[in-house]
């Protein structure tokens, strides 16, 4: 049995079918796919379709109730897995709604990826709904091309503001028939936490890290290496902030970079620190080691400042463990990030966003929590593909950014740590951007869905001689 709150007993839960990363894996899809099942397998029972490129495990079973009670606290969880290459496909799902017996599938990262699961909606909503922990870094324009995907669903998690904001707009009308809720992902604050700089891990990874070398200043990166990310321009903006500095200064900051320092879907990062940085190469570490959880916190506490500069991003997980482990934060003013720095409206409310104010990016609000020094676009342009025609790519300037690195410098060490700890009071406050207030988010979306869901009509009637105009065009695109 369990104390939790909204504990329900095992022969009473409904069953929910996820489909994502595979969760044991360290993708932030993979991530939030755990943390959503360890939060919440108190109240529901999980069937897991986990993708990964080419699984080594595809076409087995796996029984992973015993680990998730042991994580979760709990002694009568039901979690079982079926490893994919990709994420599955119309004939995976057909048997497992006729063997498992799901009361709901959850999907969550790109629509991309789902086009085989929505074009078979009809058949699937007709027995279980469709639900969606969703996501899209881009407001204007509007994508209009996910309205069909938004229209499979019953029920929409937006991952953020931003994207609940789309979700209501791009689905017009239709947006009333759908239950649309705010579902921001959550880090598990006891892991994700401030250290004392005389912990003893902390210091052997220092030493790790470092050597023996000491440094007054440390920015930090977390993130794979892929083009959107901008590391480039991070590493730049470094290199300009230690112009800044005398060379006595320069010498005692470092730049750690937890990445992989060449990647085709990114660039060779090496290069470019020799190119930018040829004085001060030997104040840029890179950190290639697969680490634990409890080990990238380590990272966080070791740094002063977190940076992440990306043209486009859905949400940045990387912000929310660096504020989560009291670690102030640099960041493009795009996508998610935003709802990470607090902005405040006139009336010093959170930032909301509605179809005429899509996104702060034009800096129409500056005012923010004390723990984000935030860096506004300096170029919006509108970037696309053939599946994604028009997308906003918001990028800033190295210079703004520098200006930020050493606004966070030029404070005292004991300024930086409250400044971080007012980010972690506020993140496991107002925020919730916790694994656990994220577990129980899932909960009361899907019990709001559950309440009133009901299945798809075998035919559905349309009149085809009435046209309602598509005012999602008439968007504005200046703000």
């Given at each position: 049995?369990?104390?939790?709150p ?42 897991i ?8 495990d595809e ?7 015993a ?16 490893p ?7 004939a ?40 969606y ?16 995907y ?43 936490k ?16 470092f ?20 590391i ?33 879907h ?29 080990g ?9 400042a977190?940076?992440?500069l ?10 929310t463990?660096?504020?989560s ?31 005429d ?16 020094f ?24 190295p ?32 925020a919730?951007f ?18 009133t ?27």
């Amino acid at each position: 049995m369990s104390n939790k709150p909204g504990y329900i007993p095992k022969e009473q839960r409904k069953k929910i079918l996820l489909i994502c990363d595979d969760i044991r894996l360290h993708s932030g899809v993979a991530h939030v796919g755990r943390e959503t099942v360890l939060n919440t397998c108190h109240h529901f029972d999980w069937v897991i379709v986990g993708g990964a490129i080419k699984h080594p495990d595809e076409g087995k079973r796996f029984d992973l109730s015993a680990d998730t009670n042991k994580n979760a606290g709990i002694d009568d969880s039901s979690v079982f897995l079926y490893p994919v290459s990709g994420y599955g496909d119309a004939a995976l799902i057909r048997r497992l709604l006729a063997e498992e017996k799901p009361d709901a599938i959850m999907i969550i990262t790109d629509p991309r990826y789902f086009e085989w699961l929505f074009a078979i909606e009809n058949e699937v909503r007709k027995q279980v709904p469709i639900c969606y922990l969703n996501i899209w870094d881009s407001p204007s324009p509007y994508p209009l091309w996910n309205k069909t995907y938004y229209e499979s669903c019953d029920l929409l998690m937006g991952i953020s503001k931003q994207t609940v904001n789309i979700n209501k707009v791009v689905l017009g009308d239709k947006a009333d028939s759908r239950v649309i809720t705010y579902v921001p992902h959550g880090v598990n604050q006891n892991i994700f936490k401030p250290l004392e700089v005389t912990t003893s891990e902390l210091v052997e990874m220092k030493k790790k890290i470092f050597g023996e070398k000491e440094y007054d200043f440390t920015l930090f990166f977390n993130s794979r290496n892929i083009r959107r990310k901008q590391i480039p321009d991070a590493i730049w903006a470094f290199r300009l902030f230690l112009d800044k500095l005398t060379p006595e200064q320069a010498q005692k900051c470092a730049f750690v970079l937890h990445t992989e320092p060449v990647s085709d879907h990114g660039t060779d990062l090496t290069a470019v620190v020799n190119y930018l940085l040829p004085g001060h190469k030997q104040n840029v570490y890179f950190s290639t080691d697969r680490l634990s959880t409890e080990g990238l916190n380590l990272l966080y506490n070791i740094a002063d400042a977190q940076i992440l500069l990306s043209s486009n991003e859905g949400w940045g997980l990387a912000l929310t463990e660096a504020i989560s482990s009291g670690t102030p934060i640099i960041a493009n003013v795009q996508g998610g990030m935003q709802d990470q720095m607090r902005f405040e409206n006139e009336n010093g409310e959170w930032l909301d966003f509605t179809p005429d104010f899509p996104s702060n990016h034009r800096g129409t609000y500056t005012t923010c929590g004390e723990w984000a020094f935030p860096v506004f676009p300096s170029n919006i342009s509108i970037q696309g593909s053939p599946k994604t025609p028009y997308i906003s790519d918001d990028r800033c300037k190295p210079e703004d950014a520098a200006d930020q690195i050493h606004a966070i410098y030029s404070l005292s060490p004991e300024e930086r740590k409250r400044k971080g700890l007012a980010g972690r009071e506020w993140a496991l406050g107002e925020a919730g951007f916790t694994s656990e207030i994220m577990g129980q988010r899932v909960i009361d979306s899907f019990e709001q869905l559950f309440a009133t869901w009901e299945p798809r009509e075998t035919f559905e009637l349309i009149n085809a001689t009435t046209h309602k105009p598509d005012t999602t065009r008439n968007t504005k695109l200046i703000y």
